[in-house]
Antibody, heavy 117, light 112 residues
């Protein structure tokens, strides 16, 4: 069974950065893109971008351009999402998800990022 | 702001049938992009429920079914069960946007 396991919850000060990891297992990591999405408290799902786990190429939503960096380490089948210059509006659960033909067939368990002074 | 519109809530008694609509536009659902549905139980990650408009992943009960027509899609739950109480989101693709993976506003299903 495909698994995506994310790193634990984080509490950050405004202006700081956060880096969330997503470790994949039980499938060929480089065969699928990994996407990052987020869900603010009581809100819907918001797409942030993807990383081509084979080439390392990325595509970010315009809203996050300049603030988000997605990387991967193929040796340990892990993808990372770093978001900088955090504000309280970035408080959310962040998910990684595997894409298969424009849909997200497997999701990580989510990582709560709380931004508070 | 979500590109796809869903009713905020629907409810039904156990055993009843409920439907959830997902309305898009000519640049996403109407452009012949598939619609996918996700179920999000309280406090958990979304789970793929229906893919490519009508298909169920392995393990999803056949009580769940999807359809698509024009610029809209629907999710139906027949024989509603208490365990179906969750948030449901539709998702499609919109090539006109810089954030092309678009989601619905979400629908809370309540089992009375």
């Amino acid at each position: 069974q495909v698994q995506l396991v994310q790193s634990g919850a984080e509490v950050k000060r405004p202006g700081a950065s956060v880096k969330v990891s997503c470790k994949a297992s039980r499938y060929t990591f480089t065969g699928y893109y990994i996407h990052w999405l987020r869900q603010a408290p009581g809100q819907g799902l918001e797409w942030m971008g993807w990383i081509n786990t084979n080439s390392g190429g990325t595509n970010y939503a315009q809203k996050f351009q300049g603030r988000v960096t997605m990387t991967r380490d193929t040796s340990i089948s892990t993808a990372y999402m770093e978001l900088s210059r955090l504000t309280s509006d970035d408080t959310a659960v962040y998910y990684c998800a595997r894409e298969d033909q424009l849909r997200f067939d497997h999701w990580g368990q989510g990582t709560l990022v709380t931004v508070s002074s | 702001q979500s590109v796809l519109t869903q009713p905020p809530s629907v409810s039904g008694a156990p055993g009843q049938r409920v439907t959830i609509s997902c309305t898009g536009s000519s640049s996403n659902i109407g452009a012949d992009y598939d619609v996918h549905w996700y179920q999000q139980l309280p406090g958990t990650a979304p789970k793929l429920l229906i893919y490519a408009n009508i298909n169920r992943p392995s393990g999803v009960p056949d009580r769940f079914s999807g359809s698509k027509s024009g610029t809209s899609a629907s999710l139906a739950i027949t024989g509603l069960q208490a365990e179906d109480e969750a948030d449901y989101y539709c998702q499609s693709y919109d090539s006109s946007l810089s954030a092309p993976y678009v989601f619905g506003t979400g629908t809370k299903v309540t089992v009375l």
